[in-house]
């Protein structure tokens, strides 16, 4: 009997000292490196769904421009298969380790902003396009869009830099080598200062 009740104290004992070292892991940032990795994908998430948003709007801004402006044909042409070939190029959360993955994304979707930009400086020729009504909100709504793509790419580039900086880190590398050995750093947008640029939208 009195082996059977000193033995319920010392297994109270190990789970408060189990306790106390979950806590104390916890503590030391453990969970930092997944956190930080879903961050970063969520945020990438962001980026997808604005890029997206983008290219929902384009087919209708193609329509509308096409009704005041059939001669633009190869300018509109040009617009579809950009877009065409951005919605082919996708990239999936797993990727993101991946710099060349990530830089076909870009790059596909670097195209589609070009080929916008040329579309939407024609439309200058065509005033009564300038104040069609669906145009304008078009125009706003590619506007808006446009912003919002930069939010979330700053914003993925900043979850990016917290996440590989914890990998490269102390104690984060050596919790990442120890718990998470699949973590690899991801990557970023890195592009030339010249396509950094929101193409103009404004008239």
Same mark, same amino acid.
């Given at each position: 009997?009195?082996?059977?009740?000193?033995?319920?104290?010392?297994?109270?004992?190990?789970?408060?000292?189990?306790?106390?070292?979950?806590?104390?892991?916890?503590?030391?940032?453990?969970?930092?490196?997944?956190?930080?990795?879903?961050?970063?994908?969520?945020?990438?998430?962001?980026?997808?769904?604005?890029?997206?948003?983008?290219?929902?709007?384009?087919?209708?801004?193609?329509?509308?421009?096409?009704?005041?402006?059939?001669?633009? @044909?190869?300018? #509109?042409?040009?617009?579809?298969?950009?877009? !065409?070939? +951005?919605?082919?190029?996708? =990239?999936? $959360?797993? %990727?993101?380790?991946?710099?060349?993955?990530?830089?076909?994304?870009?790059?596909?979707?670097?195209?589609?902003?070009?080929?916008?930009?040329?579309?939407?400086?024609?439309?200058?020729?065509?005033?009564?396009?300038?104040?069609?009504?669906?145009?304008?909100?078009? @125009?706003?709504? #590619?506007?808006?869009?446009?912003?919002?793509? !930069?939010? +979330?790419?700053?914003?993925? =580039?900043? $979850?990016? %830099?917290?996440?590989?900086?914890?990998?490269?880190?102390?104690?984060?590398?050596?919790?990442?080598?120890?718990?998470?050995?699949?973590?690899?750093?991801?990557?970023?947008?890195?592009?030339?200062?010249?396509?950094?640029?929101?193409?103009?939208?404004?008239?």
């Amino acid at each position: 009997m009195a082996a059977v009740l000193s033995a319920r104290p010392s297994r109270v004992a190990a789970l408060f000292v189990l306790a106390g070292l979950a806590l104390g892991l916890a503590g030391c940032g453990v969970n930092n490196v997944p956190t930080l990795e879903e961050q970063a994908k969520a945020r990438w998430s962001e980026v997808q769904n604005q890029y997206q948003r983008r290219a929902d709007l384009i087919p209708n801004l193609v329509e509308t421009v096409k009704g005041f402006a059939r001669q633009e @044909q190869e300018v #509109l042409t040009r617009v579809v298969e950009a877009r !065409a070939n +951005a919605t082919k190029v996708t =990239i999936d $959360a797993s %990727q993101l380790s991946d710099p060349e993955a990530v830089k076909r994304f870009q790059e596909a979707q670097q195209q589609l902003s070009g080929a916008l930009g040329r579309l939407l400086a024609v439309t200058e020729n065509y005033p009564d396009l300038k104040s069609n009504q669906n145009f304008l909100a078009l @125009q706003s709504q #590619l506007e808006g869009t446009e912003n919002r793509i !930069a939010v +979330a790419r700053r914003d993925y =580039i900043a $979850a990016v %830099q917290a996440y590989n900086t914890e990998l490269r880190t102390i104690p984060g590398k050596w919790i990442a080598g120890w718990l998470y050995p699949e973590a690899k750093p991801m990557a970023t947008f890195e592009t030339a200062q010249e396509n950094q640029a929101t193409p103009k939208v404004t008239f």
